[in-house]
């Protein structure tokens, strides 16, 4: 039984000229789906329609729906002074001509 020889440079160029490019899938993460737990440490609490989702963005239950109860880490200062700056005008007094 012979072994055929075979170019490899024709082989190569029919590859190439046959190949399709593939370009690799950015990597997608799966979505987490919403637990219907309390997610304060230590309360596994179950959730219903009625509890509290928090400005931080965690549901919680009705027990730690307070921020200062589910250590909370939104940041309720900053936001209410960006309001502020943003809805008031700014005042300044009209300048005077120098004589």
Do not use: W
């Not at 950015?26 to 789906?33: A, I, N, Q, R």
């Not at 009705?62 to 309001?83: G, I, M, N």
Request: one cysteine or more.
């Amino acid at each position: 039984m012979s072994i055929p020889m075979f170019n490899l440079a024709s082989l190569m160029k029919k590859i190439e000229a046959n190949s399709i490019t593939v370009e690799p899938a950015p990597l997608v993460e799966p979505k987490k789906t919403p637990s219907n737990r309390c997610e304060c440490s230590g309360c596994k609490a179950k959730l219903n329609l009625a509890d509290i989702t928090c400005k931080c963005g965690a549901r919680y239950c009705s027990k730690h729906r307070y921020p200062e109860d589910h250590k909370c880490t939104f940041d309720y200062k900053a936001v209410s002074q960006a309001l502020l700056t943003a809805a008031m005008p700014k005042v300044e007094a009209a300048k005077m001509e120098r004589i």
